[in-house]
């Protein structure tokens, strides 16, 4: 089969950075090629080259039997960072687009009746860009993208910030473009998105370390893959000692059960191995790609937090460290959150997961001090936020879904604010800074804008930030979106030890996985609650209604929502 576009010895360097180091790779018509790697392994910037954006510093570059850029009406891209214009509306969206695309007058209306009605965004074509949940934005990226059909496609990131349910819409919609022929390109941190692509690219550093169908990826790590039961240790612990064991590379929390892999010249170890109480059961898991992913990475993090053994123990007391009593929000005639109650003992992760737009960032915020409710009460660490809201926040660390940063300092400067705005005393502040620099691996960057470093260093910034006055209390809005997974592995390796010592975390997240690490979460869907439990009890309940033999998260979190519309439906029909 001949490639729409391929690459051949590929290099590109900044300074003395080689951000693509020898990189040869192809998109084939009508298949899903998938491009993986961790935060600045070159994904962006291979990408980039193939749209014309930017030059390569040596190698061949053909895109359609042409140099990048001759080509550009049959050529699509949807950029990481969306190329809309939030002050313009869904159609007027379109309309430039398909002006700057070159697509005739006469032919614009008809394609973009066939957008709207692809992407399902025709109720919406008057509202500003702006006002979009993540994944209706996604979707408005994708249609701006084929607003004059091409033949190869290169989607950055597609997925970042969106909901289980709209990147099935989003991978259903391009299944559907390689069925014409078109090629797609897809660059993805979700690695259940690169299983399913024909072929896969994985980077690291710049080099290419892995090419061909996900499942040799997948096979590599064969009868290596443990699911461990039955330990009478809390599961954050086990974990823990799990991960600092020599012969495991990799571990993750599934609800009550721990998934592990074993290193390639590792015996896998029995259930005595792990001195964990006579109940203790292991058994072998089927591979994942995520798996080799890890695998072929080296790793991933071991399990002790640096960050959690400095931290203080946060006391053990009677009250709810987090409360909600019928938290509502409503703006104009539009209720972002109703009726929202929950209880947070100390020690706990509580997520709030639910689909973009759904309620989850209002309530989050009602609780943390920054949106008065309309009606309803919530407290943190025993402080109320109707009462003492000041003594509220000043109980709790809070990680921003669009990083809680300022960009256009320091890193050195940033930490020094945060310590400031902490009101910590001065030889508190500088013990605290130091600490973070060390812990976080800051050193390097200290004197970079915060704006300009990448994805993975950002997220770690804001946890510093988050934590260096060592509050009781965490409240983490999708902490991770966008984040490689090696990073997002480091991440909960720090907040799991954190909880260990009795910190409190209320999170939201659009990664199923993660929502394993939570003792409880609640559905929030259409402003509403609509399930709660434990990871398990909501996996049982999704076993009921769909008869899965062994559902995932995710597939938790979509059973549940469409029996929720199911029975919506048949009210208002009745």
């Known amino acids: 089969m001949s490639s729409l576009a391929h690459t051949d010895n590929l290099v590109k360097c900044f300074d003395a950075n080689r951000a693509l180091d020898g990189v040869s790779m192809a998109i084939e018509p009508g298949r899903i090629t998938g491009l993986v790697g961790p935060d600045g392994a070159g994904k962006t910037t291979l990408i980039r080259i193939l749209a014309g954006l930017m030059a390569p510093t040596s190698g061949t570059v053909t895109v359609l039997d042409g140099k990048p850029g001759e080509k550009l009406d049959d050529l699509g891209y949807m950029p990481q960072r969306f190329g ?58 994708l249609a701006c993208a084929l607003v004059k059909t091409p033949k190869v496609l290169l989607l950055d990131e597609p997925g970042v910030g969106v909901d289980p349910i709209s990147r099935r819409e989003l991978w259903s919609m391009v299944g559907d473009l390689t069925e014409q022929g078109i090629g797609v390109l897809w660059s993805t941190a979700y690695l259940d998105e690169a299983e399913k692509c024909d072929t896969v690219y994985l980077l690291n550093e710049g080099q290419l370390l892995f090419d061909g169908p996900p499942a040799d990826l997948t096979n590599r790590v064969k009868d290596r893959v443990i699911r461990v039961t039955g330990f009478e240790e809390r599961r954050r612990h086990f974990l ?93 005639e539009f209720t ?91 030889d508190k502040a500088k013990r605290a800074i130091e600490a973070m620099i060390e812990i976080f691996e800051l050193k390097d960057k200290l004197g970079v804008n915060a704006g300009t470093l990448p994805l993975g260093f950002k997220q770690r910034l804001a946890l510093a930030c988050a934590v260096m006055h060592e509050p009781p209390v ?69 076993a009921r209604l769909t008869r899965a033999e062994d559902p995932t998260m995710e597939d938790a979190f979509i059973a549940l929502i469409e029996e929720f519309d199911r029975k919506r439906e048949e009210k208002e029909a009745a």
């Open 84 to 141: 809309l214009y939030e002050d313009l509306s869904v159609l007027e969206n379109l309309k430039l687009y398909a002006e700057v695309r070159g697509l005739a007058k006469d032919e614009q209306q008809a394609s973009f009746d066939k957008l709207m009605e692809f992407t399902d965004l025709a109720r919406f074509q008057d509202r500003l860009a702006g006002k979009l949940s993540g994944g209706m934005k996604q979707k408005l990226g």
């Open 240 to 332: 823990t000692q799990a991960l600092d064991r020599d012969d495991v590379i990799d571990g993750r929390i599934q609800g009550r059960s721990v998934r592990l892999l074993i290193g390639d010249d590792k015996q896998v170890p029995d259930a005595a191995a792990f001195n964990a109480g006579p109940d203790t059961k292991v058994e072998t898991a089927d591979p994942r790609f995520e798996d080799g992913f890890i695998e072929r990475l080296g790793g991933g993090p071991k399990g002790t937090s640096a960050l959690a053994e400095r931290y203080r123990t946060i006391p053990e007391t009677d009250e709810c460290a987090i409360e909600a009593k019928g938290l509502t929000k409503v703006f104009g």
């Open 336 to 426: 972002a959150a109703k009726d929202m109650n929950f209880r947070i003992p100390r020690g706990q992760i509580f997520g709030l997961l639910g689909p973009n737009g759904a309620g989850k960032s209002t309530t989050f915020k009602m609780l943390c001090g920054l949106l008065s409710p309309t009606s309803g009460t919530g407290s943190v660490a025993g402080k109320s936020l109707r009462h003492s809201r000041a003594d509220a926040r000043a109980s709790l660390g809070y990680m921003a879904q669009k990083f809680s940063l300022y960009g256009d300092l320091s890193v050195r400067q940033n930490l020094d604010f945060f310590a400031g705005a902490y009101e910590l005393p001065r």
């Open 474 to 542: 965490l409240f983490l809005d999708e902490p991770t979106s966008g984040v490689d997974p090696v990073t997002r592995r480091e991440f909960w390796m720090h907040i799991n030890g954190l909880v260990e010592k009795g910190v409190t975390v209320l999170v939201t997240t659009h990664f199923m996985d993660e929502a394993e690490y939570c003792d409880r979460a609640t559905l929030i869907y259409r402003a509403e609650q609509i399930a709660t439990g434990t990871p398990d009890e909501l996996k049982a309940e999704a």
